[in-house]
C-alpha cells in the first residue's frame, strides 16, 4: 500500500513496503532526489529502481522495462523544474498535473483530505 501526496510545498510518502497482504517494512523509500528532480514511485518495490533508470536514460517504449504480471502496474511522478509530470504502466508517456496530487492505493483519501485544506504531510 502506497501513500504519495503533493502539495504546493510538500512532496511526502509513506514508508510501507508489502508482500502479497503482510507488512514487511515500514522504511522503504519512496521519494528519490536525483539531481533537480524527484522521483515519486508507487509499484512493485523491486520495479522501482529500473523504472527510474528509464526515465533518466530519457525513457522511450523500446526501452521500457518489461512487466511479467498483467497485474504489477506502477506509478512515477517526476517532480523537476518544468512541474510534475506523472507516467503509468498503462501510459508511459509524461502528463502534466498541477498540485495537490497524490498517487497509490490511498490517493482518493489524501487527494480529498488535501482539497478539504489538509497539508500533504497532514
Known sequence: MTIIAID??????????????????????????AGDRIYAFAGFAPMQGSIIA?????????????LFDDDA????LVIDPQGLHRYTSSCP?????????????GMDIALGAMYAGATAQQ
Open 8 to 33: 504546493w510545498t510538500h512532496c511526502v510518502a509513506d514508508g510501507m513496503k508489502l508482500w502479497g497482504n503482510e507488512i514487511r517494512g515500514l522504511n522503504h523509500k519512496k521519494l528519490i532526489q
Open 54 to 66: 528509464w526515465h533518466q536514460a530519457g525513457g522511450g517504449l523500446d526501452k521500457l522495462p518489461k
Open 73 to 76: 502496474n506502477w506509478t512515477l
Open 93 to 105: 508517456y509524461p502528463e502534466k498535473f498541477d498540485a495537490p496530487m497524490a498517487i497509490g492505493a
